[in-house]
T-cell receptor, first 117, second 112 residues
Framework: DAGVTQSPTHLIKTRGQHVTLRCSPISGHKSVSWYQQVLGQGPQFIFQYYEKEERGRGNFPDRFSARQFPNYSSELNVNALLLGDSALYLC????????????????FGPGTRLTVL | KNQVEQSPQSLIILEGKNCTLQCNYTVSPFSNLRWYKQDTGRGPVSLTI?????NTKSNGRYTATLDADTKQSSLHITASQLSDSASYIC???????????FGAGTILRVKS
């Protein structure tokens, strides 16, 4: 069974451009979360989606948006890219979206390395 | 403020030696604590997960401990191997919420 997959693996953009990152969760998982990890730091929470609805949002500007599709895959969109958006973007999937299970494990994908020049 | 702090920031040890990584947290209300291993440029992989009532949990050569009273956790690696070289991240989940609070990680390098 495939784990969480993300595409593309690497991406180079210039300031002001727009980027779309994609994530496919583990089969049967309905929740997808997005994280930004700047080099040398831990991941920072951006969004969580469950059953195609936004269930959580981190402290990121409106330039960041996301959506989840009927097949539970997800896209993260970032507009008007800044140099500071350069990071590893991680997607994590879990079986449920609510925090009613202490063992609701999140499984991470390999990430997309975004470089903004 | 919900925070997770890890120490040391980085660590170099010889192959075969043991080491212990520390995690202090101020997250409240607490749900569970996880340790992840993250290879360079890859996504984190879960090593252990502990709830409030669990004091220790092992996964092969990895043993995690949790003291919920002092809000401290440790990850002990026994008989280190070169493949243990990675970043180890402590993550605390907030009860009744969807948020995970990540530490900055400890970078471990195992030398031969």
């Amino acid at each position: 069974d495939a784990g969480v997959t993300q595409s593309p693996t690497h991406l180079i953009k210039t300031r002001g451009q727009h980027v779309t990152l994609r994530c496919s969760p583990i089969s049967g998982h309905k929740s997808v979360s997005w994280y930004q990890q700047v080099l040398g730091q831990g991941p920072q929470f951006i969004f969580q989606y469950y059953e195609k609805e936004e269930r959580g949002r981190g402290n990121f500007p409106d330039r960041f948006s996301a959506r989840q599709f009927p097949n539970y895959s997800s896209e993260l969109n970032v507009n008007a890219l800044l140099l500071g958006d350069s990071a590893l973007y991680l997607c994590a999937s879990s079986a449920v979206g609510a925090a009613n299970s202490a063992y609701n494990e999140q499984f991470f994908g390999p990430g997309t390395r975004l470089t903004v020049l | 403020k919900n925070q997770v702090e890890q120490s040391p920031q980085s660590l170099i040890i010889l192959e075969g030696k043991n080491c212990t990584l520390q995690c202090n947290y101020t997250v409240s209300p607490f749900s569970n604590l996880r340790w992840y291993k993250q290879d360079t440029g890859r996504g984190p992989v879960s090593l252990t997960i502990m709830t409030f009532s669990e004091n220790t949990k092992s996964n092969g050569r990895y043993t995690a401990t949790l003291d919920a009273d002092t809000k401290q956790s440790s990850l002990h690696i026994t008989a280190s191997q070169l493949s243990d070289s990675a970043s180890y991240i402590c993550v605390v989940r907030i009860e009744n919420g969807n948020k995970l609070v990540f530490g900055a990680g400890t970078i471990l390098r195992v030398k031969s």
